[in-house]
């Protein structure tokens, strides 16, 4: 009985941070919707209306999980270096410079469909880990800390985009008011799922339902079973917790910094798929931007834990639907802003308090099954729950880092 007592204690330590965040940021924000001038319950009801018409209540969901999709991935890539303790706000970079060349690649050649979307997937998974790899090169190496490094390279990313794209990449002529690479042939395109929706007995969506949704899904599965459930992830993790003692342990702490980092870029490099096979079939100036940033709040709210990620790319999908419809109802559309914003701000405040209960916890456990003489193994304590606050694996207040290297060069 204490077994699960301690189970359900965890998992109410784990789901006290997002639950208590959400609902500090819906009352922030409903302040803020009455100081100008507009009532909260009715902004909540038009954020909550998915239409009228079955037809229309489709399109909501789909609209919702086209968007869900890339926003889980960017999660899913974040989280993954936030487990190592590792910062990559390079996210955003990561997944503009690999769809570009993917768009490219994928516009130049001629294939089976399948291969043709094998190939585009491969090259933009390559060069989203080459790009995060640089970062983790050196951190190891030299020392640079992952945050200013990867910083830098998103930059550089955005002004090699820029250059490729009007330059050798253009597919789009000259004057016209949007520059696109060249359309990628029908081969490359990646199949819809609207036919389950109708198979399912629901009506037919005006815009197509990603079928990236499916490999999403699958990305998704395999990186909880790679964490969790294999020596690699236990490295990752223990080398996030203490570089110094993993490597007493036999690991190799430099090596899972890079390893780390190119896991986290190759999945980053799929963010930009969903819409280039699913929806634009180009890479252009008006193509989807920002998807990088939003995924760090998503890993925050979802506790870096794929499921969370999942559950947290829906309510922020949710939210950016719901700002059109807030327009028309004469609602300032910042309000969904405000709302995102206020929820990364209070998850970290959240995660805090959560870790300190966790903590307590721990020591009132461990002081408990500890013998009155003070003997035993050295007090017994619990180990804190590992689904901590980013930059801290296992939820105690340790850095990652690399063996020599000084902590100040610690993001």
Request: hydrophobic share 55%.
């Amino acid at each position: 009985m204490s077994a699960v007592t301690a189970r359900v204690r965890r998992t109410g330590l784990a789901l006290f941070g997002p639950v208590l965040a959400v609902l500090v940021a819906l009352v922030i924000s409903a302040l803020v919707i009455a100081l100008i001038g507009e009532n909260p319950l009715s902004a909540l009801r038009v954020m909550l209306d998915l239409g009228d018409s079955p037809s229309q209540q489709v399109q909501s969901i789909v609209v919702i999980l086209n968007r869900a999709v890339p926003l889980f991935l960017a999660g899913l890539a974040v989280s993954i270096a936030f487990r190592m303790g590792l910062f990559n706000i390079g996210v955003e970079g990561q997944y503009r410079i690999a769809t570009i060349v993917a768009a490219a690649v994928g516009a130049a050649v001629v294939l089976p469909g399948p291969l043709h979307v094998l190939l585009i997937v491969v090259v933009a998974m390559l060069v989203g880990a080459l790009w995060a790899g640089i970062v983790g090169v050196l951190k190891v190496t030299r020392g640079v800390s992952e945050v200013i490094s990867s910083i830098m390279l998103n930059f550089i990313a955005l002004g090699t985009a820029s250059f490729l794209l009007t330059g050798p990449f253009r597919g789009s002529p000259e004057g016209a008011s949007v520059i696109t690479t060249r359309e990628i042939p029908e081969s490359g395109w990646f199949p819809s799922l609207n036919g389950l929706l109708t198979g399912m007995g629901l009506a037919e969506p005006r815009t197509e339902l990603f079928g990236f949704l499916v490999v999403a899904i699958v990305v998704g599965v395999a990186i909880a079973v790679l964490l969790e459930r294999t020596r690699f992830g236990f490295d990752l993790r223990a080398t996030g917790l203490s570089p110094s003692a993993a490597t007493a342990s036999g690991v190799d702490a430099r090596g899972m910094v890079v390893k780390t980092m190119l896991l986290s870029g190759a999945v980053a490099g799929l963010i930009g798929l969903p819409d280039l096979l699913g929806d634009s079939r180009a890479f252009g100036t008006e193509f989807t931007a920002g998807l990088g940033f939003l995924g760090i709040a998503v890993a925050l709210l979802g506790r870096n834990s794929p499921v969370g990620v999942a559950v947290a790319a829906l309510l922020f999908a949710f939210l950016d639907r719901a700002a059109l419809p807030l327009q028309f109802a004469d609602i300032p559309a910042s309000v969904v802003t405000i709302i995102q914003g206020t929820i990364v701000l209070a998850v970290v405040i959240a995660n805090e308090v959560a870790r300190r209960l966790a903590l307590r916890s721990a020591e009132r456990a461990g002081a408990s099954s500890s013998p009155p003489d003070g003997g035993g193994d050295g007090g017994g304590g619990t180990p804190v729950p590992d689904d901590g606050p980013p930059g801290n694996s296992g939820g105690q207040r340790v850095r990652a880092g690399v063996p020599g290297q000084p902590r100040g060069a610690q993001a």
